[in-house]
């Protein structure tokens, strides 16, 4: 079992408040900067792993690349180190928002779709992340709305951070030759089953952007629809198997009651495609083509919205008596021209 290390000074300076999120190989708590008097996280390498080299690599590396690649859109980390009985520990910005998990998972058993333009707003946002990530030589491999944070804003929009940087991939040309190897075969797939990619589950050596991108393919999926493209209950490597070998079903047809628009469903089934090259040719294009998506149907609407009115004015004009009909021509003429609307008794 994982100690709880609650209420305890950390490297002298970090005092540690309470755990706000665990898993099997770290823990994060909530915690008071001393010196700066200053809230932030403490993520800590669960001490069963802090003794096996290539768990530690990969701790210290998601460490020092979140902190080389800042983005507005990615968790910032400021500090790390090790204690002298030999916890390791690094320091992010605390957050005070919820993952995209828990928003889209409100009960214990109750799952939900969200509105079509929400979803353009945090998929473009987590894209703007990758786009970053991937131009300084970095591959998430583990996009999945347990790493996405939403930040609420006064407008009631949301700001998104990206978290968990601690499976990514650091390309040729952009590795820091100093650093330990990471990741190697003895460690399995690395990934979530439910959004991983055909070349992940293959094993495919060289990650690529378009890796990343399926992610978000199953995360858009997941969120226009209230369900996931591939799920078993039997097995995650049957999951894992339908991402290779099965088409998903669109997500018009899997949810024909939510109106999600055909030009967004074709760039969700294009980011899922099979191959890496048949994706989007990057997060950039597809951020771009999601927020150019979202302000032609804006537009779209408005024009309906504004023929309407128009018909209703029509109607309204021609249903009314000859010298009514003056009356109100005079009246929309000044208010159309900026003058005072008149207003006439006949």
């Given at each position: ?137 970095l591959i998430h491999r583990d996009i999945k709305p347990g790493n996405i944070v939403l930040l609420s804003r006064r407008s009631g929009e949301f700001r998104v951070k990206v978290l968990d940087l601690g499976i990514a991939k650091v390309l040729q040309g952009h590795r820091d030759p100093r650093a ?167």
């Open positions: 079992m994982t100690p709880d290390y609650s209420n305890k000074l950390l490297a002298e300076r970090y005092y540690l408040l309470r755990r706000i999120g665990y898993g099997g190989m770290a823990t994060v708590y909530e915690a008071v900067d001393r010196e700066l008097n200053k809230q932030v996280a403490v993520k800590i390498l669960n001490p069963h792993y802090a003794s096996q080299a290539d768990y530690l690599a990969r701790f210290r590396q998601e460490a020092r690349e979140a902190a080389r690649i800042r983005h507005e859109n990615l968790v910032d980390v400021t500090d790390q180190g090790s204690t002298p009985d030999g916890l390791a520990y690094f320091v992010m910005e605390f957050l005070r928002g919820e993952t995209l998990q828990t928003f889209l998972h409100p009960g214990e058993d109750e799952s939900r779709p969200v509105p079509w333009r929400l979803m353009v707003s945090i998929v473009a946002q987590v894209c703007d992340a990758l786009q970053h990530a991937h131009e300084h030589g330990p190897p990471t990741t190697r075969a003895s460690q399995g797939t690395p990934g979530t089953p439910e959004y991983m990619s055909p070349e992940q589950v293959r094993g495919t050596p060289d990650a690529c952007p378009q890796t990343d991108l399926y992610a978000v393919g199953v995360m858009m999926y997941r969120m226009l629809t209230g369900t996931l493209p591939f799920y078993s209950e039997l097995s995650p490597y049957d999951v894992m198997e339908q991402h290779c070998k099965q088409l998903p079903e669109p997500p018009r047809k899997r949810a024909p009651s939510l109106e999600i628009p055909e030009a967004l469903e074709r760039e969700v089934m294009r980011a899922l495609a099979k191959r890496p090259e048949d994706r989007q040719a990057s997060a950039q294009e597809l951020a771009d083509t999601l927020r150019a998506l979202e302000a032609f149907e804006a537009r779209r609407e408005r024009m309906l919205r504004e023929d309407d009115e128009a018909h209703t004015l029509q109607y309204q004009v021609s249903a009314d008596p000859p010298h009514r009909t003056t009356a109100r021509l005079l009246s929309y003429m000044a208010a159309g021209l900026g003058g005072t609307t008149l207003s006439t008794t006949l």
